[in-house]
């Protein structure tokens, strides 16, 4: 689905990644780890386009990254759900317009898609908030929103940053549990958090690759976990 | 997608396009307001325009018509006069032709006053000789020397000539009109580039959130180059109203009052404010798109 190839990324100068290589298989799990600033956002960002590796190459779908234009880019991210760690909404629009903005954008909004916006908005337990306005929400239920628009394209692949770091514990095992039903259904799921308790709880649900950020390498994290 | 695609998904798209881009904020109001005005000058310079064109191709068509000589002398004379006149015009520089009216035609010049049977032949009447001028003209003075010298009773009639440096300032203002209509889409098409850019700096998050989920530049643009369109639209549209109701309260004078009580549209030319709304909107389209194509480049 994503492949990495040696791949490094610095902002303006200070290297942040090296010699990354990882290939996101169809079908499978990974957690990704590291201390805060360690690049996992970054890492992210490499997997969908966001930005363009300083070296190395990215290919997204079988195609390199480096080869897509601005529009080829903005196709391969209908196919890949993006959980952004600060939950980027449009505040002027109601929630249940940002959930759905996805379907907008890529011309595919239609009556069908209000029953699997439905059942989104519920699965996240978000059934009360179709009118708010996102500044009106707290934390956790903007992350719940921003997870529900990361799946309502049904992409081939979630790439969640951080998806339950604002929400109890009782929310963050739902939202893991709805996570690893979509892997069960075929899609790609990378989840990078600090939440060891989250990897820890995946264990009997999922067989995860858990991988970590280190000294600007990615490694596989260790038994520890 | 090329532009003419790209004009009509425009007018196709769904309301939802329009409403990822927040509502009204100052640029949109200050693009209303700009193209209000725009408009309402265009309306101006445009009957300026007109009625310049019409008050020069009416004096244009007084000075193609003939200058006159009358020729008044004691009978026993004039034929000698008449003969000495058309010598003098054949040798002045810039008269094309000259002929004596014969008495049919100068009866028929009476006509309308005295009636048809008046005895011309037994009245003391002047001769007329009618002179067509080239394009150049000819020395209206010299000519008029030259005449005293040698036929004293003739008397050289210009009716119009006069007007020949107006028909030119005429001439000239309707260009200045078309000038100012050419500047003043120049000037919307600069102002709605500024708001757009405004607008777009200002709403850089909301960019980023529809890259987020997969929007393409062309969706991007095409919510604000709609806005702004259809904005520049609605504000040109009130513009040249209001331009129109104001020409309509300026007093008409007819077709002899000149620029000043002239300055209005001549029948159907009251069809040409009509396309001042639609390019407004086009000035906007460009001018939009382009700011949007060279923003979201920028923030690529
Ligand atoms: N746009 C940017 N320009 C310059 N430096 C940046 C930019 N974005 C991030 N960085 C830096 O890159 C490093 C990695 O950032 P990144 O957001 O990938 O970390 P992270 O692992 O996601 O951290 P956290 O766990 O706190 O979210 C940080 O030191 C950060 O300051
Ligand atoms: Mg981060």
């Known amino acids: 689905m994503i492949e990495l190839d040696n791949v490094a990324y610095s902002y303006s100068g200070a290297a942040i990644l090296s010699g990354v290589s990882l290939e996101l298989a169809p079908g499978s799990f990974h957690f990704l780890t590291g201390p805060s600033g360690s690049g996992k956002t970054t890492f992210l960002k490499l997997c969908y386009g966001a930005l ?165 390498t990615l490694q596989a994290a260790g038994a520890d976990l | 997608m090329n532009t003419l695609d790209r004009i009509k998904t425009l007018a196709a798209r769904d309301a939802g396009a329009d409403r990822v881009v927040p509502p009204a904020g100052f640029t949109v109001r200050l693009t209303l307001f700009t193209a209000a005005a725009m408009a309402f000058l265009t309306v101006f310079a445009l009957a300026l325009s007109m009625a310049a064109g019409r008050l020069a191709t009416s004096w244009g068509e007084e000075l193609a018509r003939a200058s006159t000589i009358r020729i008044s002398a004691p009978e026993v004379q004039l034929a000698a006069q008449t003969a000495a006149v058309l010598r003098v015009l054949e040798q002045t520089p810039g008269v094309a032709s000259a002929r004596a009216l014969s008495p049919e035609e100068q009866r028929a010049l009476l006509e309308p006053w005295f009636g048809p049977d008046l005895p011309v032949e037994s009245l003391p009447m002047p001769q007329l000789v009618e002179l067509q001028e080239t394009g150049d003209g000819y020395d209206a003075d010299g000519l008029r020397l030259r005449l005293q010298a040698e036929a004293p009773g003739a008397v050289l009639d210009e009716h119009s000539r006069w007007r020949r440096p107006l028909v030119t300032a005429a001439g000239r203002l309707r260009l200045l009109g078309w000038a100012a209509i050419v500047l003043i889409g120049a000037a919307t098409g600069a102002m709605v580039t500024l708001a757009a850019n405004a607008a777009l700096a200002a709403n850089a998050q909301v960019i980023a959130v529809l890259r987020l989920v997969g929007a393409t530049d062309g969706y991007i643009a095409g919510a604000f180059v709609r806005r702004f369109t259809l904005r520049t639209l609605a504000g040109a549209a009130a513009g040249t109203l209001i331009g129109l109701l104001a020409l309509l309260i300026v007093p008409a004078g007819g077709d002899t009052g000149g620029i000043l009580t002239g300055l209005r549209f001549a029948g159907l030319q009251w069809l040409w404010p009509l396309l001042v709304p639609p390019l407004a909107a086009v000035v906007a389209f460009f001018a939009t798109e382009l700011a949007a194509r060279r923003v979201l480049g920028g923030l690529a």
């Open chain 1, 52 to 216: 363009r590796p300083t070296e190395g190459q990215v290919s997204i779908f079988g195609e390199d990254l480096a080869a897509m234009d601005r529009d080829a880019v903005a196709m391969a991210r209908r196919r890949i759900g993006v959980v952004h760690q600060d939950c980027q909404f449009l505040d002027h629009l109601p929630l249940a317009e940002n959930v759905a903005l996805p379907l907008t954008v890529s011309g595919q909004a239609s009556p069908e898609q209000a029953d699997n916006l439905r059942e989104l908005m519920t699965w996240v337990g978000l059934t009360e908030k179709y009118e708010a306005l996102p500044p009106e929400l707290s934390g956790g239920e903007r992350q719940r929103a921003a997870l529900a628009r990361a799946l309502i394209l049904s992409p081939d692949v979630i790439l969640a940053d951080e998806p339950t770091g604002n929400v109890d514990w009782e929310m963050s095992q739902r939202l893991l549990r709805l996570l690893v039903e979509l892997n069960r259904m075929g899609k790609t799921v990378m989840i990078a958090t600090h939440d060891l308790m989250l990897i820890r709880a995946a264990k009997s649900l999922v067989n995860a690759r858990n991988l970590r950020i280190a000294g600007g």
